[in-house]
Protein backbone atom coordinates (compact mmCIF):
# COMPACT_ATOMS: atom_id res chain seq x y z
CA UNK A 1 0.00 0.00 0.00
CA UNK A 2 0.71 3.13 -0.94
CA UNK A 3 -0.10 6.51 1.12
CA UNK A 4 0.64 9.96 0.46
CA UNK A 5 -0.59 13.29 2.21
CA UNK A 6 0.85 16.88 0.96
CA UNK A 7 -2.40 18.50 2.39
CA UNK A 8 -5.57 17.23 4.30
CA UNK A 9 -6.72 15.59 0.88
CA UNK A 10 -4.81 12.22 -0.07
CA UNK A 11 -4.08 9.97 -3.00
CA UNK A 12 -4.29 5.97 -1.04
CA UNK A 13 -3.69 3.38 -3.70
CA UNK A 14 -3.75 -0.74 -3.42
CA UNK A 15 -2.72 -3.63 -5.88
CA UNK A 16 -3.52 -7.13 -5.10
CA UNK A 17 -1.11 -10.50 -6.03
CA UNK A 18 -1.66 -13.84 -5.73
CA UNK A 19 0.77 -15.99 -3.51
CA UNK A 20 0.74 -20.08 -4.00
CA UNK A 21 0.38 -21.34 -0.21
CA UNK A 22 -0.75 -24.61 -0.65
CA UNK A 23 0.61 -25.90 2.48
CA UNK A 24 2.67 -29.46 2.43
CA UNK A 25 0.91 -31.01 -0.51
CA UNK A 26 1.51 -28.55 -3.92
CA UNK A 27 -0.11 -29.66 -7.09
CA UNK A 28 1.08 -30.19 -10.63
CA UNK A 29 3.08 -33.22 -10.18
CA UNK A 30 6.26 -31.74 -7.56
CA UNK A 31 6.93 -34.32 -5.05
CA UNK A 32 6.23 -33.50 -1.61
CA UNK A 33 6.60 -35.16 1.23
CA UNK A 34 3.22 -36.68 1.53
CA UNK A 35 3.91 -38.57 -1.77
CA UNK A 36 6.28 -41.48 -0.46
CA UNK A 37 2.96 -42.23 1.86
CA UNK A 38 0.76 -42.32 -0.87
CA UNK A 39 2.99 -44.53 -2.72
CA UNK A 40 3.59 -47.06 -0.10
CA UNK A 41 0.51 -47.03 1.13
CA UNK A 42 -0.90 -48.64 -2.35
CA UNK A 43 2.39 -50.62 -2.06
CA UNK A 44 1.67 -52.07 1.77
CA UNK A 45 -2.02 -53.16 0.92
CA UNK A 46 -1.33 -54.68 -2.12
CA UNK A 47 1.18 -56.84 -0.52
CA UNK A 48 -1.09 -57.64 2.82
CA UNK A 49 -4.18 -57.81 0.67
CA UNK A 50 -2.09 -61.04 -1.05
CA UNK A 51 -0.66 -62.25 2.08
CA UNK A 52 -4.27 -62.52 3.51
CA UNK A 53 -5.83 -64.06 0.40
CA UNK A 54 -3.28 -66.54 -0.19
CA UNK A 55 -4.12 -67.49 3.38
CA UNK A 56 -7.93 -67.73 3.18
CA UNK A 57 -8.03 -68.57 -0.77
CA UNK A 58 -8.02 -72.08 -1.61
CA UNK A 59 -7.22 -71.11 -5.21
CA UNK A 60 -3.73 -69.48 -3.91
CA UNK A 61 -0.86 -71.43 -3.10
CA UNK A 62 1.50 -70.70 0.52
CA UNK A 63 4.74 -72.62 0.15
CA UNK A 64 6.03 -70.72 3.16
CA UNK A 65 3.72 -68.33 5.54
CA UNK A 66 6.45 -67.24 8.00
CA UNK A 67 8.46 -65.72 4.83
CA UNK A 68 5.54 -64.76 3.31
CA UNK A 69 4.38 -62.78 6.45
CA UNK A 70 7.95 -61.15 6.38
CA UNK A 71 7.01 -59.90 3.18
CA UNK A 72 4.22 -58.28 5.34
CA UNK A 73 6.33 -56.84 8.20
CA UNK A 74 8.87 -55.03 5.36
CA UNK A 75 6.34 -53.17 3.79
CA UNK A 76 4.68 -52.06 6.86
CA UNK A 77 8.10 -50.65 8.13
CA UNK A 78 8.10 -48.98 4.77
CA UNK A 79 4.97 -47.38 5.56
CA UNK A 80 6.03 -46.26 8.88
CA UNK A 81 9.39 -44.80 7.55
CA UNK A 82 6.92 -43.27 5.24
CA UNK A 83 4.93 -41.80 7.43
CA UNK A 84 7.78 -40.83 9.66
CA UNK A 85 9.34 -38.81 6.15
CA UNK A 86 5.89 -37.00 6.03
CA UNK A 87 5.62 -35.60 9.59
CA UNK A 88 9.48 -34.75 9.30
CA UNK A 89 10.52 -33.81 5.43
CA UNK A 90 14.64 -34.08 6.48
CA UNK A 91 13.85 -38.29 6.29
CA UNK A 92 13.13 -37.55 2.37
CA UNK A 93 16.75 -37.36 1.94
CA UNK A 94 16.46 -41.03 1.55
CA UNK A 95 13.15 -41.49 0.58
CA UNK A 96 14.32 -44.45 -1.86
CA UNK A 97 14.75 -46.48 1.23
CA UNK A 98 11.45 -47.29 0.78
CA UNK A 99 11.00 -49.11 -2.51
CA UNK A 100 14.01 -50.46 -1.77
CA UNK A 101 12.58 -52.15 1.05
CA UNK A 102 9.50 -53.34 -1.03
CA UNK A 103 12.25 -55.31 -3.78
CA UNK A 104 12.17 -57.29 -0.69
CA UNK A 105 8.93 -57.59 0.39
CA UNK A 106 7.82 -58.48 -2.64
CA UNK A 107 10.52 -60.95 -3.06
CA UNK A 108 9.85 -62.76 0.21
CA UNK A 109 6.09 -62.44 -0.63
CA UNK A 110 6.64 -64.56 -3.87
CA UNK A 111 8.99 -66.95 -2.15
CA UNK A 112 5.96 -67.28 0.41
CA UNK A 113 3.33 -67.62 -2.02
CA UNK A 114 4.62 -70.39 -5.09
CA UNK A 115 8.02 -69.12 -5.73
CA UNK A 116 8.02 -68.93 -9.67
CA UNK A 117 4.67 -69.91 -9.83
CA UNK A 118 3.81 -66.60 -7.54
CA UNK A 119 0.88 -64.03 -9.08
CA UNK A 120 2.02 -61.55 -6.84
CA UNK A 121 5.12 -61.06 -8.64
CA UNK A 122 4.39 -58.34 -10.87
CA UNK A 123 3.48 -56.31 -7.35
CA UNK A 124 7.52 -55.48 -8.06
CA UNK A 125 6.26 -53.10 -10.98
CA UNK A 126 5.65 -50.60 -8.56
CA UNK A 127 8.66 -49.66 -6.83
CA UNK A 128 10.37 -49.87 -9.94
CA UNK A 129 8.33 -46.71 -10.86
CA UNK A 130 8.93 -45.38 -7.94
CA UNK A 131 12.73 -44.93 -8.48
CA UNK A 132 12.38 -44.59 -12.21
CA UNK A 133 10.30 -41.74 -11.88
CA UNK A 134 13.08 -39.94 -10.09
CA UNK A 135 15.57 -37.72 -11.96
CA UNK A 136 18.62 -39.12 -13.77
CA UNK A 137 19.87 -42.39 -15.91
CA UNK A 138 20.85 -43.78 -12.66
CA UNK A 139 17.43 -44.15 -11.16
CA UNK A 140 16.69 -46.59 -14.72
CA UNK A 141 19.65 -49.18 -12.87
CA UNK A 142 18.60 -49.26 -9.82
CA UNK A 143 15.08 -50.53 -10.40
CA UNK A 144 16.61 -53.23 -13.08
CA UNK A 145 19.20 -54.27 -9.66
CA UNK A 146 15.83 -54.47 -7.43
CA UNK A 147 14.13 -56.81 -9.50
CA UNK A 148 17.11 -59.24 -10.44
CA UNK A 149 16.85 -59.27 -6.52
CA UNK A 150 13.72 -59.65 -6.30
CA UNK A 151 13.95 -62.79 -8.74
CA UNK A 152 16.89 -64.23 -7.40
CA UNK A 153 15.88 -64.20 -3.43
CA UNK A 154 14.40 -67.14 -3.49
CA UNK A 155 17.74 -69.03 -4.55
CA UNK A 156 19.65 -66.86 -1.81
CA UNK A 157 16.99 -68.40 0.53
CA UNK A 158 17.01 -71.74 -0.53
CA UNK A 159 19.92 -72.57 -2.96
CA UNK A 160 19.27 -74.64 -6.31
CA UNK A 161 20.61 -75.39 -9.55
CA UNK A 162 18.02 -73.08 -11.86
CA UNK A 163 16.68 -74.90 -15.03
CA UNK A 164 17.48 -73.15 -18.08
CA UNK A 165 13.98 -72.30 -18.87
CA UNK A 166 13.86 -70.63 -15.60
CA UNK A 167 16.93 -68.48 -16.42
CA UNK A 168 15.49 -67.50 -19.53
CA UNK A 169 12.24 -66.25 -18.15
CA UNK A 170 14.37 -64.63 -15.08
CA UNK A 171 16.00 -62.76 -17.93
CA UNK A 172 12.85 -61.69 -19.97
CA UNK A 173 11.45 -60.12 -16.48
CA UNK A 174 13.88 -58.32 -15.56
CA UNK A 175 14.31 -56.77 -19.16
CA UNK A 176 10.52 -55.70 -19.46
CA UNK A 177 11.07 -54.06 -16.23
CA UNK A 178 13.90 -52.59 -17.12
CA UNK A 179 12.47 -51.21 -20.03
CA UNK A 180 9.55 -50.34 -17.92
CA UNK A 181 11.94 -48.24 -15.93
CA UNK A 182 13.71 -46.79 -18.85
CA UNK A 183 9.95 -45.48 -20.32
CA UNK A 184 9.34 -43.95 -16.93
CA UNK A 185 12.34 -42.54 -16.52
CA UNK A 186 12.24 -40.87 -20.05
CA UNK A 187 8.54 -39.88 -19.16
CA UNK A 188 9.12 -38.30 -16.25
CA UNK A 189 12.56 -36.57 -17.92
CA UNK A 190 10.50 -35.21 -20.37
CA UNK A 191 7.54 -34.31 -17.84
CA UNK A 192 10.08 -32.44 -15.74
CA UNK A 193 11.58 -30.33 -19.10
CA UNK A 194 8.00 -29.24 -19.97
CA UNK A 195 7.12 -28.56 -16.50
CA UNK A 196 10.25 -26.30 -16.06
CA UNK A 197 9.61 -24.63 -19.38
CA UNK A 198 6.41 -23.68 -18.06
CA UNK A 199 7.11 -22.67 -14.61
CA UNK A 200 9.64 -20.30 -16.71
CA UNK A 201 6.76 -19.11 -18.83
CA UNK A 202 4.53 -18.01 -15.69
CA UNK A 203 7.39 -16.22 -13.98
CA UNK A 204 7.65 -14.36 -17.04
CA UNK A 205 4.42 -13.95 -17.45
CA UNK A 206 4.07 -13.23 -13.61
CA UNK A 207 7.32 -10.31 -13.66
CA UNK A 208 5.28 -8.84 -17.34
CA UNK A 209 2.14 -8.28 -14.62
CA UNK A 210 3.46 -7.06 -12.06
CA UNK A 211 5.76 -4.22 -14.10
CA UNK A 212 2.19 -3.69 -15.81
CA UNK A 213 0.84 -2.97 -12.17
CA UNK A 214 3.74 -0.72 -11.08
CA UNK A 215 2.95 1.47 -14.10
CA UNK A 216 -0.81 1.38 -14.18
CA UNK A 217 -0.37 2.33 -10.45
CA UNK A 218 1.73 5.07 -11.37
CA UNK A 219 -0.40 6.38 -13.69
CA UNK A 220 -2.58 7.35 -10.63
CA UNK A 221 -1.86 10.60 -8.83
CA UNK A 222 0.25 10.46 -6.11
CA UNK A 223 -0.12 13.97 -5.08
CA UNK A 224 -2.78 17.06 -4.96
CA UNK A 225 -0.02 20.03 -5.51
CA UNK A 226 -0.96 21.99 -8.50
CA UNK A 227 -4.81 21.83 -7.33
CA UNK A 228 -6.15 24.84 -6.55
CA UNK A 229 -7.20 25.08 -3.21
CA UNK A 230 -10.59 25.16 -3.14
CA UNK A 231 -10.60 21.54 -4.25
CA UNK A 232 -9.75 18.71 -2.05
CA UNK A 233 -9.38 15.45 -4.17
CA UNK A 234 -9.01 11.75 -2.41
CA UNK A 235 -8.93 8.19 -4.22
CA UNK A 236 -8.60 4.75 -3.97
CA UNK A 237 -7.88 1.63 -6.33
CA UNK A 238 -8.41 -1.93 -5.20
CA UNK A 239 -8.05 -4.16 -8.39
CA UNK A 240 -9.69 -7.65 -7.86
CA UNK A 241 -6.50 -8.72 -9.96
CA UNK A 242 -2.76 -7.31 -9.97
CA UNK A 243 -3.84 -5.48 -12.77
CA UNK A 244 -7.20 -3.67 -13.30
CA UNK A 245 -9.46 -1.73 -15.57
CA UNK A 246 -10.66 0.60 -13.04
CA UNK A 247 -8.95 4.11 -12.58
CA UNK A 248 -9.54 7.34 -11.27
CA UNK A 249 -7.08 10.80 -11.94
CA UNK A 250 -7.05 14.58 -11.71
CA UNK A 251 -5.02 17.62 -13.35
CA UNK A 252 -5.06 21.11 -12.84
CA UNK A 253 -7.18 22.92 -15.62
CA UNK A 254 -6.62 26.44 -16.41
CA UNK A 255 -9.90 27.41 -14.20
CA UNK A 256 -9.82 24.68 -11.79
CA UNK A 257 -9.08 21.05 -12.48
CA UNK A 258 -10.59 18.32 -13.95
CA UNK A 259 -11.47 15.40 -12.45
CA UNK A 260 -12.24 11.17 -13.70
CA UNK A 261 -13.35 7.97 -13.14
CA UNK A 262 -13.17 5.31 -15.34
CA UNK A 263 -13.91 1.73 -15.38
CA UNK A 264 -13.56 -0.81 -18.01
CA UNK A 265 -15.25 -3.76 -18.86
CA UNK A 266 -13.69 -6.94 -17.29
CA UNK A 267 -10.28 -7.17 -15.46
CA UNK A 268 -6.82 -7.90 -16.13
CA UNK A 269 -4.03 -6.67 -18.05
CA UNK A 270 -6.11 -6.08 -21.41
CA UNK A 271 -8.66 -4.25 -19.40
CA UNK A 272 -5.65 -1.89 -17.40
CA UNK A 273 -4.32 -1.20 -21.12
CA UNK A 274 -7.15 -0.22 -22.33
CA UNK A 275 -7.96 1.92 -19.09
CA UNK A 276 -4.53 3.66 -19.31
CA UNK A 277 -5.58 4.83 -22.80
CA UNK A 278 -8.65 6.35 -22.53
CA UNK A 279 -6.90 8.38 -19.12
CA UNK A 280 -4.43 9.45 -21.44
CA UNK A 281 -6.60 10.74 -24.19
CA UNK A 282 -9.05 12.62 -21.76
CA UNK A 283 -6.09 14.11 -19.97
CA UNK A 284 -4.96 15.09 -23.61
CA UNK A 285 -8.11 17.91 -23.75
CA UNK A 286 -6.80 20.04 -20.47
CA UNK A 287 -7.10 23.31 -22.47
CA UNK A 288 -10.79 22.25 -23.24
CA UNK A 289 -13.29 23.90 -21.63
CA UNK A 290 -16.09 20.90 -22.21
CA UNK A 291 -15.43 17.65 -20.41
CA UNK A 292 -17.92 16.12 -23.62
CA UNK A 293 -15.15 16.75 -25.70
CA UNK A 294 -12.78 14.26 -23.65
CA UNK A 295 -14.91 11.70 -23.91
CA UNK A 296 -15.35 12.25 -27.55
CA UNK A 297 -11.71 11.94 -28.07
CA UNK A 298 -11.13 9.04 -25.86
CA UNK A 299 -13.69 7.25 -28.07
CA UNK A 300 -12.07 8.28 -30.81
CA UNK A 301 -8.60 7.13 -29.94
CA UNK A 302 -9.62 3.62 -29.24
CA UNK A 303 -12.57 3.21 -32.33
CA UNK A 304 -9.50 1.33 -34.81
CA UNK A 305 -11.91 -0.51 -36.86
CA UNK A 306 -14.92 -2.95 -35.98
CA UNK A 307 -12.14 -5.88 -36.05
CA UNK A 308 -9.93 -4.86 -33.73
CA UNK A 309 -8.81 -5.76 -30.30
CA UNK A 310 -11.00 -3.56 -28.79
CA UNK A 311 -14.05 -4.15 -30.70
CA UNK A 312 -17.13 -5.03 -28.29
CA UNK A 313 -15.06 -3.62 -25.08
CA UNK A 314 -16.74 -0.45 -23.35
CA UNK A 315 -15.72 1.87 -21.02
CA UNK A 316 -17.72 3.49 -18.40
CA UNK A 317 -16.81 6.93 -17.30
CA UNK A 318 -17.59 10.06 -15.18
CA UNK A 319 -15.51 13.10 -15.81
CA UNK A 320 -16.05 17.12 -14.38
CA UNK A 321 -14.24 20.09 -14.72
CA UNK A 322 -14.37 22.11 -11.42
CA UNK A 323 -13.66 25.32 -11.55
CA UNK A 324 -12.29 28.12 -8.36
CA UNK A 325 -15.90 29.44 -8.55
CA UNK A 326 -17.80 25.91 -8.02
CA UNK A 327 -19.10 25.90 -11.39
CA UNK A 328 -18.84 22.26 -12.31
CA UNK A 329 -19.07 20.96 -16.01
CA UNK A 330 -19.45 16.97 -15.66
CA UNK A 331 -20.20 14.27 -18.34
CA UNK A 332 -21.03 11.05 -17.26
CA UNK A 333 -20.06 8.20 -19.90
CA UNK A 334 -22.85 5.17 -19.02
CA UNK A 335 -21.42 5.17 -15.64
CA UNK A 336 -24.54 6.08 -13.42
CA UNK A 337 -22.39 5.73 -10.05
CA UNK A 338 -22.21 9.38 -9.33
CA UNK A 339 -23.38 11.16 -6.69
CA UNK A 340 -23.27 14.43 -4.64
CA UNK A 341 -23.37 14.95 -0.96
CA UNK A 342 -24.37 18.33 -0.17
CA UNK A 343 -23.13 20.23 3.17
CA UNK A 344 -26.53 19.24 4.62
CA UNK A 345 -26.34 15.40 3.84
CA UNK A 346 -28.36 15.38 1.40
CA UNK A 347 -27.28 12.90 -1.52
CA UNK A 348 -28.44 13.24 -5.11
CA UNK A 349 -27.24 11.25 -8.77
CA UNK A 350 -25.41 12.93 -11.44
CA UNK A 351 -26.11 10.98 -13.91
CA UNK A 352 -27.31 11.22 -17.57
CA UNK A 353 -28.76 8.87 -20.38
CA UNK A 354 -25.66 8.69 -22.21
CA UNK A 355 -24.23 5.42 -23.27
CA UNK A 356 -20.53 4.62 -22.42
CA UNK A 357 -17.41 4.77 -24.51
CA UNK A 358 -17.02 2.69 -27.00
CA UNK A 359 -20.79 2.34 -27.27
CA UNK A 360 -22.40 5.64 -27.77
CA UNK A 361 -21.19 8.23 -30.45
CA UNK A 362 -22.49 11.67 -28.75
CA UNK A 363 -22.25 13.25 -25.51
CA UNK A 364 -23.09 16.68 -23.66
CA UNK A 365 -22.02 18.03 -20.88
CA UNK A 366 -24.28 19.39 -17.70
CA UNK A 367 -24.06 21.80 -15.04
CA UNK A 368 -23.77 22.32 -11.19
CA UNK A 369 -23.00 24.29 -8.97
CA UNK A 370 -21.19 23.15 -5.83
CA UNK A 371 -21.64 25.01 -2.58
CA UNK A 372 -19.34 25.21 0.59
CA UNK A 373 -18.56 22.06 2.17
CA UNK A 374 -20.60 19.60 -1.27
CA UNK A 375 -18.44 16.35 -1.90
CA UNK A 376 -18.27 14.89 -5.25
CA UNK A 377 -18.41 10.50 -4.70
CA UNK A 378 -17.77 8.84 -7.88
CA UNK A 379 -17.44 5.19 -7.37
CA UNK A 380 -16.71 1.85 -9.84
CA UNK A 381 -19.40 -1.10 -9.95
CA UNK A 382 -17.17 -3.31 -7.57
CA UNK A 383 -18.45 -0.66 -4.95
CA UNK A 384 -21.73 -1.65 -5.24
CA UNK A 385 -20.75 -5.45 -4.60
CA UNK A 386 -19.10 -4.13 -1.19
CA UNK A 387 -23.29 -3.16 -0.49
CA UNK A 388 -24.91 -6.25 -1.58
CA UNK A 389 -24.54 -5.99 -5.06
CA UNK A 390 -28.22 -6.29 -5.95
CA UNK A 391 -31.00 -4.05 -6.92
CA UNK A 392 -30.86 -1.95 -3.44
CA UNK A 393 -27.36 -1.98 -3.00
CA UNK A 394 -26.96 1.85 -4.79
CA UNK A 395 -29.72 3.30 -2.09
CA UNK A 396 -27.26 1.32 0.65
CA UNK A 397 -24.45 3.28 -0.65
CA UNK A 398 -26.21 6.54 -0.41
CA UNK A 399 -27.21 6.22 2.83
CA UNK A 400 -23.88 5.40 3.90
CA UNK A 401 -22.44 8.61 1.61
CA UNK A 402 -25.10 10.81 3.74
CA UNK A 403 -23.79 9.53 6.57
CA UNK A 404 -20.05 10.52 6.38
CA UNK A 405 -19.27 14.42 5.16
CA UNK A 406 -15.47 14.07 5.25
CA UNK A 407 -14.07 12.95 2.09
CA UNK A 408 -11.37 10.67 3.63
CA UNK A 409 -13.74 8.88 5.72
CA UNK A 410 -15.72 8.02 2.71
CA UNK A 411 -12.41 6.88 1.02
CA UNK A 412 -10.84 5.13 4.05
CA UNK A 413 -14.50 3.18 5.18
CA UNK A 414 -15.18 1.82 1.01
CA UNK A 415 -11.37 0.52 1.57
CA UNK A 416 -11.61 -0.84 4.82
CA UNK A 417 -15.05 -2.82 2.96
CA UNK A 418 -13.25 -3.87 0.25
CA UNK A 419 -10.36 -5.24 2.48
CA UNK A 420 -12.61 -7.27 5.12
CA UNK A 421 -13.50 -9.98 2.55
CA UNK A 422 -12.83 -10.94 -1.14
CA UNK A 423 -13.92 -8.67 -3.72
CA UNK A 424 -14.91 -10.05 -7.24
CA UNK A 425 -14.69 -6.94 -9.05
CA UNK A 426 -12.13 -3.67 -8.87
CA UNK A 427 -13.02 -1.06 -6.41
CA UNK A 428 -12.34 2.28 -7.14
CA UNK A 429 -13.60 5.52 -5.31
CA UNK A 430 -13.00 9.23 -5.99
CA UNK A 431 -14.16 12.25 -4.43
CA UNK A 432 -13.92 15.84 -4.55
CA UNK A 433 -14.62 18.12 -2.20
CA UNK A 434 -15.32 22.10 -2.27
CA UNK A 435 -13.62 24.36 -0.05
CA UNK A 436 -14.15 27.95 -0.64
Partial sequence: MTSTADRPSSTRTWTTSVRDDTGPIVLGGIRTSWAPLAKQTIIAALIVGAAVASTFS???EVSDA????TGVAIALAGLVFAAVAARWPAAMRVELLVPALDFFAVGFLRFGTGDGASVFTAIV???VVWVAANPGRRHVVWPVLGTTGTLLLSYLIAPTEPRPSELVRLFIVVFVFGATAAVTNELARQAG???????RRRRVAEGEIDRAALVQQSLLPT??????????????????RTVGGDFYDWFATPGGAAFTLGDVMGKGVGAGMIAAAVRSLIRSTVDETDPAVAVRRAATGL????????SGQFTTCFH???????????VDAGHGLTVLRSADGTVRPLRSGHLPIGVGTSWTAEDTFLEAGDVIVAVSD???DLFGGDLDSLDRFEAWVAERSHPQQLVDGIADLAHAGEHPDDVTVLCVAYQP
Fill in 58 to 60: PWL
Fill in 66 to 69: PLMW
Fill in 125 to 127: VLP
Fill in 193 to 199: MQLAAVQ
Fill in 223 to 240: TTVGLPDELRAVGVCIPA
Fill in 303 to 310: ATGASDLT
Fill in 320 to 330: VRVDRDGHARW
Fill in 382 to 384: GVL
